[in-house]
């Protein structure tokens, strides 16, 4: 099958509903700091991950979009024996790139390493991916796409109050989202979400210079 008929070929079954309904039943909060469901980010992730379907050299699937919706279940609302309720409902493939996509399986988030610890660790761990691992990478990707927008429309609301919604503040965040970019740059050469991260993050900080945290 050639990689346009692949593309062609991409649906979405019954699957991608039960992960809905999975990840609606564990994430029942909401965005850091906001009055926003956590739900919109999960399905937002997704969302990207499927438009970047026939925009990057592989097929797009179905477990693409699950893990994309799965992404945060195992470093926020569970740990390892999410990871591996994950599989057991969705199987290998998404539960690999959900564990891509995690820095820390702690059941306990009291028990998590130090902020930059894991950061680096999981920038590392990212660097170090597999060929074969660009399920991963795409969700990855999306994950920051979303998040550095959602940051920079709250900054023109909010301004530098944004910035104390995280564990660590604007310097910190950009320093993050400069190292992954790096890496997507590396992994992921001339994707189309990547060259929409790297404006967002060149315009957050554009508009926020001058401040330091």
């Not at 179905?62 to 309720?85: F, K, S, T, W, Y």
């Not at 820390?104 to 691992?133: G, N």
């Amino acid at each position: 099958m050639s990689t346009k008929e692949e593309h062609r070929a991409f649906v979405l079954t019954r699957r991608f509903i039960q992960a809905v309904d999975y990840a609606r039943q564990i994430h029942t909060g909401w965005r850091k700091g906001t009055h926003v469901p956590y739900m919109a980010h999960l399905l937002g992730v997704a969302s990207l991950v499927m438009g970047e379907s026939g925009h990057v050299p592989f097929a797009v699937t179905e477990d693409m979009v699950i893990a994309a919706l799965l992404h945060d279940a195992v470093e926020d609302e569970g740990g390892l024996p999410r990871l591996q309720d994950i599989e057991a409902k969705f199987g290998k493939d998404v539960a690999k790139i959900v564990e891509g996509c995690t820095d820390s399986s702690e059941v306990d988030s009291d028990k998590k390493q130090e902020w930059r610890v894991r950061k680096e660790a999981y920038i590392k761990r990212l660097r170090e991916e597999p060929d074969e691992s660009e399920g991963t990478l795409l969700v990855s990707a999306a994950d920051k796409l979303y998040n550095a927008r959602a940051i920079l429309e709250d900054y023109r609301e909010v301004g530098a109050e944004v910035w104390k919604r995280f564990k660590r503040g604007r310097d910190q965040q950009l320093w993050y989202f400069d190292e992954l970019i790096k890496v997507y740059e590396e992994r992921c050469r001339n994707w189309r979400i990547v060259e929409e991260l790297k404006r967002m993050v060149a315009e957050l900080r554009r508009v926020s210079a001058g401040e330091a945290s």
